[in-house]
T-cell receptor, first 112, second 114 residues
Framework: QKEVEQNSGPLSVPEGAIASLNCTYS??????FFWYRQYSGKSPELIMS????GDKEDGRFTAQLNKASQYVSLLIRDSQPSDSATYLC????????????FGSGTRLLVRP | EPEVTQTPSHQVTQMGQEVILRCVPI?????FYWYRQILGQKVEFLVS????????KSEIFDDQFSVERPDGSNFTLKIRSTKLEDSAMYFC????????????FGEGSRLTVL
């Protein structure tokens, strides 16, 4: 079982819609959760971090964490064509705090 | 805005040659990392570095790899004898915090081993 799993996509949404990106993780000792955005040929860029159960909002982005279900999601409201990128879910664990484990990413395509 | 800078942006080398990839982390950051991404695959952790020593390394980071902070600004990754499978984008990252998740990545160094 992969440590961090994401649907590879592409997830295609029209401009202005809500994009919902999902991620599951296998290790219950995972303690911190992150969403990075990676444009094609570029480096990852941190979008959101979330550390406790519930929702965390930052502008058009909302991260949701459910530790019981080992599930983390990212909602992007009012999606824009510039949001088209690969979104990487990442976790780190209590016993390995220096190491970030990435999922393979979900490619998002926002259609104008 | 402060940023992590990496050089070279692209290096082509012959199998068996040594390669050094260089990084200048953000100046007030204390934790430094190397990650790599093989084309079309996920970002993989290689090594973390704090207080002039390796704090954690992955199974990928074998004896062919080494890291060094030769002065107060540079952070280097050396691959002693490159293999074809070392071809990848290598990302340097830094963080002000011990929690490894909020990373600032450089633009990457693409390594092509022929």
């Amino acid at each position: 079982q992969k440590e961090v799993e994401q649907n590879s996509g592409p997830l295609s949404v029209p401009e202005g819609a809500i994009a919902s990106l999902n991620c599951t993780y296998s290790d219950r000792v995972s303690q911190s959760f992150f969403w990075y955005r990676q444009y094609s040929g570029k480096s990852p860029e941190l979008i959101m971090s979330i550390y406790s159960n519930g929702d965390k909002e930052d502008g058009r982005f909302t991260a949701q964490l459910n530790k019981a279900s080992q599930y983390v999601s990212l909602l992007i409201r009012d999606s824009q064509p510039s949001d088209s990128a690969t979104y990487l879910c990442a976790v780190n664990k209590l016993d390995s705090s220096y190491k970030l484990i990435f999922g393979s990413g979900t490619r998002l395509l926002v259609r104008p | 805005e402060p940023e992590v800078t990496q050089t070279p942006s692209h290096q082509v080398t012959q199998m068996g040659q040594e390669v050094i990839l260089r990084c200048v982390p953000i100046s007030n950051h204390l934790y430094f990392y190397w990650y790599r991404q093989i084309l079309g695959q996920k970002v993989e952790f290689l090594v973390s570095f704090y207080n002039n020593e390796i704090s954690e390394k992955s199974e990928i980071f074998d004896d062919q790899f080494s890291v060094e902070r030769p002065d107060g600004s540079n952070f280097t990754l050396k691959i002693r004898s490159t293999k074809l499978e070392d071809s990848a984008m290598y990302f340097c990252a830094s963080s002000p915090l011990e929690d490894a998740g909020e990373l600032f990545f450089g633009e990457g160094s693409r390594l092509t081993v022929l």
